[in-house]
């Protein structure tokens, strides 16, 4: 089974619908990301968290806002889609001290808003 | 603009040759680099990794050297296999800095 799952796969939805991704990991990990891929411009950081308690604003949170419900969960969602937030969306958990982290990704959920 | 560059967006190479990739950082305080192999349909997995008190990393048939006067890293993939084929991220991180920067990756295609 995989360490870091991701529903759904695959989304279509149409502009001003409220969506979730979700995120479930089963690595035992603190901290947890989510990042957007674009054509060209490789990952992107939205939020991140160090625990159940700590959410953080990434590199390009607007028009996002995450849910962590428990360690092992870590949910995205888009209050009001925007066919610029086409993209594909993974979600990672992390392990490691300074100089030492590696991060760990889900499969990722191809999201097009229509 | 990007703090992590990897100005190649893709790359051909002969099956059993060396693959060499690239990579340039912008701000000398990251102090922690990382690159990712990433195959269609899956998300990136880690690769190798290189803390900036070391110039080389090497395990089995990747290498990755650090050019800190540079500002530069490359990996290297010797011999390259078929199975290589996949799109390669670089990724670096401040010393106790909380997050990663990846550059936008470069499709590697290694031919038989």
């Known amino acids: 089974d995989a360490d870091v799952t991701q529903t759904p796969r695959n989304r279509i939805t149409k502009t001003g619908k409220r969506i979730m991704l979700e995120c479930s990991q089963t690595?035992?990990?603190?901290?947890m990301y989510w990042y957007r891929q674009d054509p060209g411009l490789g990952l992107r950081l939205i939020y991140y968290?160090?625990?159940?308690?700590?959410?953080n604003k990434g590199e390009i949170s607007d028009g996002y806002s995450v849910s962590r419900q428990a360690q092992a969960k870590f949910s995205l969602s888009l209050e009001s889609a925007i066919p610029n937030q086409t993209a594909l969306y993974f979600c990672?958990?992390?392990?490691?001290?300074?100089?030492?982290?590696?991060?760990?990704f889900g499969p990722g959920t191809r999201l097009l808003v229509l | 603009d990007q703090q992590v560059k990897q100005n190649s967006p893709s790359l051909s190479v002969q099956e059993g040759r060396i693959s060499i990739l690239n990579c340039d950082y912008t701000?000398?305080?990251?102090?922690?680099f990382l690159w990712y192999k990433k195959y269609p349909a899956e998300g990136p997995t880690f690769l190798i990794s290189?803390?900036?008190?070391?110039d080389k990393n090497e395990d089995g048939r990747f290498t990755v050297f650090l050019n800190k006067s540079a500002k530069h890293l490359s990996l290297h993939i010797v011999p390259s296999q078929p199975g290589d084929s996949a799109v390669y991220f670089c990724?670096?991180?401040?010393?106790?800095?909380?997050?990663?920067?990846f550059g936008p990756g470069t499709r590697l295609s290694v031919l038989p």
């Open positions: 701000n000398s305080m990251f102090d922690y």
């Open positions: 990724a670096a991180k401040l010393l106790y800095g909380q997050n990663f920067v």
């Open positions: 968290s160090f625990d159940v308690k700590d959410i």
């Open positions: 290189i803390s900036s008190i070391k």
């Open positions: 990672a958990t992390a392990t490691g001290g300074a100089n030492q982290e590696t991060q760990y």
């Open positions: 690595k035992g990990h603190d901290r």
